[in-house]
């Protein structure tokens, strides 16, 4: 038996007439079949000493690593002995095992560091000191023993870039203490980075067998290049020093060829069509990146396949032996004349085995299909020919099958499982099909370890924390460790293309390593105990992962904050331990946040319990200010770390997304500082950079960068004093140029005819897309919150687009954020739109000046526009009111009932513009009721008011007949529209003024009664019905870049589709949009010259404020009288226990003169 289990055997008796499957009998008994024990090994924590022992002193905890691969009844016992009072320090260093080393990449280093526990007073007497050592894994000495230098607590040894040769090694650290020695050893892997090969265009490419030019046709050249190979251990050199081998095959049925050769050879070519004529491998003399070709080498409606391998000398292993570093590529490619010129490419999993954690991609370009169509089936078949079970759930793919690109979801395919994949792709008016397959095999995950925490409670900023992963193994024998954590407060933003979390990482510098070591952490969620979930990802080599998860409890730290002390044992320049600490400080403040601005009653008067507003106002300001400081000194420190790679782009977006979680803490140096780091960290995402990650580990790790810009889009954030303009125009056109490079970089894993991704986050949403430019014939792009409909693309762009691939960005930003126009940004309350297009390499494409119009749905904010309040009395009771307006203006109304709770009354609205409306005399009418809605009438008989005009004034006289005109539309939504002033009734008159009357028909409105608080008497009120009127005058706007303002030249306002809620607009270009709300009756501007038409007034209103102040005067002295007459009189015997208060009334009557001068006694007992 190869496996030690308990086993059943079952005995059957059959007739012997041959039936063996009913038998007559049957018996059965269990067997255990015990294995003798394996050789045991066990690692302890912290190591034997050299005596063979372990000490521990007080509190202190050991940790057994037990490996023993086979045995049965395995039980382990632990002789124990006595406490030493001093023993050697605890000393953290976890860098791999024997069974998995830990990986270096020789062309960049590592340094490896022992964290030491500091030694208690008592023990200070005694000597403490390290040696370092490093040997070959035979034990061979590698490097000269060398002391170890403890500097903050910490013994670190470097391994310098291409000091070592590959191999493994045994790096041990001996810690000796006293008379006491023990040691800890690391294993270490030194391994090169495989060269990147790649062929141009991907793995599959279709080249015309003869191109036509007008009546002729002719060869074609083509080039097979591998040019964008690179060594990753030196980038920056390219191909230089790879040596490239070439070989080629037929990729089609042999038989096929054959046949078609016989065919060629009647033709009695001069030229010979046997380049790669073979059915297996054969070699090309070549040595170089790129080979050139001619299709008269080759077969019409062939296909070949060719592969090239790239070798580099990579140096010496530990034991001197020479090591070359080889990786191959094959692309096939199809000579045919009937058939489109197309590329398909992988995008993301395009390792030799395939991640089944990540999404599977594949895109074409099709560089001559001009106007035609292209049409395409993938087909999928498993191990067994059929079509995989787990390709049929839903969501399985967001592109199907029946388009050139494919795209396969995340944790779709299954672990360890072979596909073959069929692409059959051809033009839609053409029988002739291309046919591409290859087959690809799925990867496994790591598997069989553990991972510990300790201590598994502590307090936030306080508590330092060790996590430990050991035993895990992968198939592929490379490991790395991703360490994250929940404390139920992450920021989040919603994906459609991802179903991932994003959670914060706290080891992205050092996922080579298992283990984290004395790191710091926020307070976990008070609503769940105050719990922290630690989640692990154990990667393999082809990303596949397991997960592993820990819970601890992390308590608020409610002492004052000492951010130098946390610094102490931090290296400035430790990017990972920086970020961490800043997270950790950050959570603890909006843990605390009940803390922040704190109104206690402390400051109140005890005996009339009145808060003291101005203290509490005091030091709310004194505790924002110093939160406001420590944000600064937060975001300084993220600012001077080095920003390396996208593992510190996740680093530092972490830690700044909770740092600006609130902009009143965040004053403008600190934003503007912010904005820096965000361009900065948006210059990361490089195709070089990005080449590295799946689509969905990329779209996972960004989701707070993406958070992070919209922490710092947020309305609130400290107005500076001075240079607003300048400050908001550098921090928005920070923040809008890094949000166009993350839309790129997402772009970049997008295939045409894919779904498209939604991302909604606090301040705006966006929706990326990536088609074919003819598929946005007459669509729509947005959401219901707003977007833009096309024409025919053939109207925006050259035709020669119209089958090329372009990305489609669309943002909706919530609030306004180029405000540095305040002439007109002041205006705009709505929401911005904004759409861009972008060609394949990521370029911007302008439209402007479309023939057809582009019309843009952009969502009004009415609810920052300051209403009209009418207050009605009784029924017919009339409210004027006048709103001075321009000729040009697009009036929108829209009217709310305020406190009209059962819907009694009817509210009657007449309208005119240039003259006072009135019962007879008005232009429009308005029924407004909440059950029956908006009833609107227009006037059309006839006025007998006559305008003249004498000596350039303008005279009203009766007698002749004017007719009406008011342009206006009833909206679905109750709101009506008013426009083309200058053609009203009364425009002739000039005046430049909308007016109202108002009144209502219903019951009388219920009184009021108020009751006073301290003598509980009731007052009656007569009652109001209460209305209210918001009006603007709307049109469209852009953001014109060059100009640097909000401009509407090329827009205008769609009259007959606009809304209360949504404007339309209908433009000629492509930009950033906003509606242009104007408040009607603005403020007049001060003129001296106005006062000859209204001194009266104003000798009115002198008059009267002179009269108040003099008033003023005389009654502040009489109240001065009042209160020297109030109080309290404390009697002579009081004591402090004496706690009641009397209060004596003296009334000599009511009648007049009813007063005394006399001198009142009394006697109280």
Same mark, same amino acid.
């Not at 003291?612 to 505790?623: A, G, H, M, N, R």
């Not at 370029?843 to 526009?865: A, E």
């Given at each position: 038996y190869s496996i030690c289990q308990q086993?059943?055997?079952?005995?059957?008796?059959?007739?012997?007439?041959?039936?063996?499957?009913?038998?007559?009998?049957?018996?059965?008994? !269990?067997?255990?079949? +015990?294995?003798?024990?394996?050789?045991?090994?066990?690692?302890?924590?912290?190591?034997?000493?050299?005596?063979?022992?372990?000490?521990?002193?007080? !509190?202190?905890?050991?940790?057994?690593?037990?490996?023993?691969?086979?045995?049965?009844?395995?039980?382990?016992?632990?002789?124990? %002995?006595?406490?030493?009072? /001093? /023993?050697?320090p605890n000393v953290s260093f976890y860098y791999g095992t024997i069974y998995n080393p830990m990986t270096i990449i020789k062309s960049a280093g590592r340094d490896l560091t022992a964290f030491v526990e500091n030694v208690g007073s008592f023990c200070n007497n005694i000597s403490l000191t390290f040696e370092w050592n490093l040997t070959s894994l035979d034990l061979k000495l590698i490097v000269a023993k060398k002391e170890g230098v403890l500097y903050h607590q910490k013994v670190t040894y470097s391994i310098l870039k291409n000091s070592l040769d590959f191999g493994t090694y045994i790096l041990s650290l001996q810690c000796n203490y006293g008379g006491i020695s023990a040691v800890y050893t690391a294993y270490l892997n030194v391994i090169f980075s495989p060269l990147y090969i790649d062929i141009d265009k991907g793995l599959f490419v279709s080249v015309a067998y003869k191109k036509k030019i007008g009546m002729e046709s002719f060869y074609q050249n083509f080039k097979v290049s591998a040019m964008s190979s690179y060594d990753p251990d030196d980038p920056t050199v390219g191909t230089q020093n790879i040596v490239f081998r070439w070989s080629c095959k037929v990729a089609s049925i042999f038989s096929d060829a054959q046949v078609a050769m016989e065919n060629v050879a009647l033709l009695n070519l001069t030229f010979p069509n046997d380049t790669c004529f073979n059915e297996s491998w054969t070699d090309i003399s070549s040595t170089f990146s790129a080979i050139d070709f001619s299709t008269q080498q080759f077969l019409e409606n062939i296909s070949y396949r060719f592969k090239v391998c790239g070798t580099k000398y990579a140096g010496k292993d530990v034991y001197s032996n020479i090591s070359y570093k080889t990786s191959c590529f094959v692309q096939e490619v199809l000579i045919s004349e009937s058939l489109p010129t197309v590329a398909i490419k992988c995008i993301s999993n395009c390792d030799t085995l395939l991640n089944f954690k990540e999404r599977l991609i594949y895109t074409f370009n099709c560089e001559d299909c001009g106007s035609r169509t292209l049409v395409a089936h993938w087909t999928i078949e498993d191990e067994t020919g059929n079509f995989p079970p787990e390709l049929s759930v839903q969501n399985a793919t967001s592109t199907g099958f029946l388009k050139p690109s494919l795209v396969i979801n995340r944790d779709i395919l299954l672990e360890l499982k072979q596909y073959t994949f069929t692409l059959v792709f051809g033009y839609a008016n053409s029988v002739n099909r291309a046919k591409l397959k290859f087959k690809k095999s799925t990867c496994s995950k790591p598997f069989s370890g553990y991972c510990i925490i300790n201590p598994d409670k502590g307090f936030a900023l306080e508590t330092k924390f060790l996590l430990y992963c050991n035993g895990w193994r992968d198939t592929y024998g490379l490991l790395s460790y991703a360490f994250y954590y929940d404390n139920g407060q992450s920021q989040q933003i919603k994906l459609s293309s991802v179903t991932s979390v994003d959670y914060p990482f706290l080891n992205a510098g050092t996922t080579d390593q298992p283990s984290l070591i004395n790191f710091l952490l926020g307070p976990g969620d008070k609503n769940n105990d105050y719990k922290i979930r630690i989640l692990i990802k154990v990667i393999g080599k082809y990303k596949a992962y397991a997960e592993y998860n820990l819970n601890i409890k992390v308590y608020p730290n409610?002492?004052?904050?000492?951010?130098?002390?946390?610094?102490?044992?931090?290296?400035?320049?430790?990017?990972?331990?920086?970020?961490?600490?800043?997270?950790?400080?950050?959570?603890?403040?909006?843990?605390?946040?009940?803390?922040?601005?704190?109104?206690?009653?402390?400051?109140? !008067?005890?005996? +009339?319990?009145?808060? *003291?507003?101005?203290?509490?106002?005091?030091?709310?300001?004194?505790?924002?200010?110093?939160?406001?400081?420590?944000?600064?000194?937060?975001?300084?420190?993220?600012?001077?770390?080095?920003?390396?790679?996208?593992?510190?782009? &996740?680093?530092?977006?972490?830690?700044?997304?909770?740092?600006? #979680?609130?902009?009143?803490?965040?004053?403008?140096?600190?934003?503007?500082?912010?904005?820096?780091?965000?361009?900065?960290?948006?210059?990361?995402?490089?195709?070089?950079?990005?080449?590295?990650?799946?689509?969905?580990?990329?779209?996972?790790?960004? &989701?707070?960068?993406?958070?992070?810009?919209?922490?710092?889009?947020q309305p609130g954030f400290p107005t500076p004093p001075l240079d607003h303009g300048q400050q908001a125009e550098q921090v928005v056109s920070l923040l809008m140029k890094s949000m166009e490079n993350y839309f790129t970089a997402v772009q970049s894993y997008k295939v045409p005819g894919e779904n498209r991704t939604e991302g909604e986050t606090k301040?705006?949403?966006?929706?990326?897309?990536? *088609?074919?430019?003819?598929?946005?014939?007459?669509?729509?792009? %947005?959401?219901?919150?707003?977007?833009?409909?096309?024409?025919?693309?053939?109207?925006?762009?050259?035709?020669?687009?119209?089958?090329? #691939?372009?990305?489609?960005?669309?943002?909706?930003? @919530?609030?306004?954020?180029?405000?540095?126009?305040?002439?007109?940004? #002041?205006?705009?309350?709505?929401?911005?739109?904004?759409?861009?297009?972008?060609?394949?390499? %990521?370029?911007?494409?302008?439209?402007?000046?479309?023939? #057809?119009?582009?019309?843009?749905?952009? &969502?009004?904010?009415?609810? @920052?526009?300051?209403?009209?309040?009418?207050?009605?009395?009784?029924?017919?009771?009339v409210y004027q009111v006048s709103l001075s307006i321009v000729s040009s203006c697009k009036m929108l109304l829209k009217f709310y009932f305020k406190n009209d709770e059962n819907n009694l009354t009817n509210l009657i609205v007449y309208i005119q513009y240039g003259k006072v409306a009135t019962k007879l005399d008005y232009d429009i009418m308005l029924n407004i009721s909440v059950k029956q809605g908006v009833v609107l009438t227009k006037n059309n008989n006839f006025t007998n008011t006559a305008i003249s005009h004498f000596n350039n004034k303008i005279n009203i006289g009766s007698g002749s007949v004017l007719q009406r005109n008011q342009d206006v539309l009833l909206l679905s939504d109750g709101a009506i529209i008013l426009w083309n002033f200058s053609n009203s009734t009364y425009s002739l008159l000039n005046k430049g003024k909308l007016y109202f009357m108002f009144m209502y028909s219903g019951p009388m409105p219920a009184k009021k009664l108020v009751q006073n608080p301290y003598n509980f008497d009731e007052s009656e009120y007569s009652g109001k019905f209460d209305y209210e009127m918001k009006s603007f005058c709307v049109e469209c706007n852009y953001w014109n870049e060059d100009a640097n303002r909000w401009m509407s030249d090329g827009c205008q306002l769609d009259v007959y589709h606009t809304n209360f809620l949504m404007t339309k607009c209908i433009c000629n270009h492509l930009t950033s949009f906003g509606g242009f709300f104007v408040v009607p009756n603005p403020l007049p501007t001060l003129s001296i010259s106005k006062l000859k038409r209204g001194y009266v007034l104003l000798v009115t209103v002198v008059i009267v404020i002179s009269l108040w102040l003099l008033g003023l005067l005389i009654t502040r002295r009489m109240d001065r009288q009042d209160i020297s007459k109030t109080g309290v009189c404390p009697l002579s015997d009081n004591r402090a226990e004496d706690t009641y208060l009397y209060q004596i009334i003296v009334n000599t009557g009511t009648r007049r003169n009813a007063g005394t001068k006399s001198n009142i006694f009394f006697t109280v007992a």
């Open positions: 086993y059943t055997i079952t005995a059957y008796v059959f007739d012997n007439d041959g039936n063996i499957t009913s038998p007559l009998f049957t018996n059965s008994t !269990n067997v255990r079949v +015990f294995c003798n024990l394996s050789l045991l090994s066990v690692i302890t924590t912290p190591p034997l000493s050299l005596n063979g022992y372990i000490q521990l002193s007080l !509190n202190k905890s050991i940790t057994l690593d037990i490996f023993q691969e086979t045995g049965s009844n395995m039980l382990y016992s632990i002789d124990w %002995g006595d406490v030493a009072n /001093c /023993c050697v409610n002492k004052p904050m000492n951010l130098k002390g946390l610094l102490t044992d931090i290296s400035l320049n430790d990017t990972q331990s920086i970020a961490n600490l800043v997270q950790a400080v950050s959570n603890n403040i909006i843990k605390n946040s009940e803390y922040q601005y704190n109104i206690t009653l402390s400051f109140s !008067n005890e005996l +009339f319990g009145v808060v *003291d507003e101005d203290t509490l106002k005091q030091i709310k300001q004194e505790e924002l200010l110093g939160l406001q400081e420590l944000r600064i000194q937060l975001i300084d420190l993220i600012s001077n770390t080095l920003l390396i790679d996208l593992n510190s782009f &996740k680093l530092l977006s972490d830690a700044l997304v909770v740092t600006t #979680q609130n902009p009143l803490e965040i004053v403008p140096h600190a934003q503007n500082k912010a904005a820096s780091i965000v361009d900065k960290l948006a210059r990361l995402l490089t195709k070089k950079n990005l080449k590295v990650f799946g689509a969905d580990i990329f779209e996972t790790m960004s &989701k707070s960068f993406v958070n992070l810009i919209s922490n710092l889009l301040q705006f949403d966006f929706l990326l897309k990536k *088609d074919v430019f003819i598929d946005v014939n007459s669509s729509f792009i %947005g959401t219901p919150n707003g977007g833009f409909s096309f024409p025919d693309s053939k109207y925006l762009l050259n035709e020669s687009l119209q089958n090329s #691939q372009i990305s489609i960005h669309n943002i909706r930003i @919530k609030d306004v954020v180029y405000t540095w126009d305040t002439n007109r940004s #002041q205006n705009i309350h709505t929401e911005m739109q904004s759409l861009f297009f972008s060609d394949s390499s %990521g370029r911007p494409i302008k439209v402007n000046n479309s023939s #057809q119009p582009i019309n843009v749905t952009i &969502k009004n904010k009415p609810d @920052k526009i300051n209403g009209e309040n009418i207050s009605l009395s009784m029924p017919n009771d």
